[in-house]
Nanobody, 110 residues
Framework: VQLVESGGGLVQAGGSLRLSCTAS?????MGWYRQPPGKQREWIAT???????DIADSVRDRFTISRTYDKNTIYLEMNNLKPEDTGVYYC????????WGQGTQVTVSS
């Protein structure tokens, strides 16, 4: 399975970004982790195979996870971004993860 991510970038606080991740191969649970500078990777959201979603409490009111009809691409819609959202965002496949994307940098300036 290969995961290709896109959508990161530099944004001002209060802005929005949408990340996408497309998986080759079979369909499975997919989601996102992030790794802030100097910190451990932390789970953000999961889109389960059956369509159920789980989102970390820390971002629940600002982030949304969704997917395309064919289930091969997921999105992370991030609104009202804060400087503490800065980090590298990684897409994963299966739960617990078996495969990871290459990561996409999100930088939120104050």
């Amino acid at each position: 399975v290969q995961l290709v991510e896109s959508g990161g970038g530099l944004v001002q606080a209060g802005g929005s970004l949408r990340l996408s991740c497309t998986a080759s191969g079979s369909i499975n649970h997919m989601g996102w982790y992030r790794q802030p500078p100097g910190k451990q990777r932390e789970w953000i959201a999961t889109m389960r195979y059956n369509g159920r979603t789980d989102i970390a409490d820390s971002v629940r009111d600002r982030f949304t996870i969704s997917r395309t009809y064919d289930k091969n691409t997921i999105y992370l819609e991030m609104n009202n971004l804060k400087p503490e959202d800065t980090g590298v965002y990684y897409c994963f496949w299966n739960d617990p993860p078996d495969y990871w994307g290459q990561g996409t940098q999100v930088t939120v300036s104050s």
